[in-house]
Nanobody
């Protein structure tokens, strides 16, 4: 199983940027699909990834983050990133990274991912 650890969260004013990182140890085939999920305070973790990256590096985005966030990973997929720009208060949440073996992330949900990090908090003030 993959060991995941997120970092880079913090507090920022609206319009600002943050870059989340997720270090991922473990076998490469367990990291074919890598994704970011979010959980707002008082709510359950969202079932659909806000961003994910396929085995071939192709990114996928939810409508919530499209055009504002950028997902990327290093070649070995040892580190996953989420560049968060033009942040709005509605981005305030805990962000989790997750990995799975399937090659394509599109259409996946949280129940499909066996490996999870502990999360990193992002707070955006107006």
């Amino acid at each position: 199983q993959v060991q995941l650890r997120e970092s880079g969260g913090g507090s920022v004013q609206a319009g600002g940027s943050l870059r989340l990182s997720c270090t991922a140890s473990g076998d490469a085939y367990d990291k074919n699909c890598m994704a970011w999920f979010r959980q707002a305070s008082g709510q359950e973790r969202e079932g659909v990834p806000i961003a994910s990256i396929d085995r071939d590096g192709s990114p996928n985005y939810s409508d919530f983050v499209k055009g504002r966030f950028t997902i990327s990973a290093d070649d070995a997929k040892n580190t996953l990133y989420l560049q968060m720009d033009s942040l709005k208060p509605d981005a305030t949440a805990t962000y989790f990274c997750a990995t799975a073996r399937f090659w394509f992330c599109r259409g996946t949900s949280s129940v499909d991912f066996p490996s999870w990090g502990q999360g990193t908090q992002v707070t955006v003030s107006s």
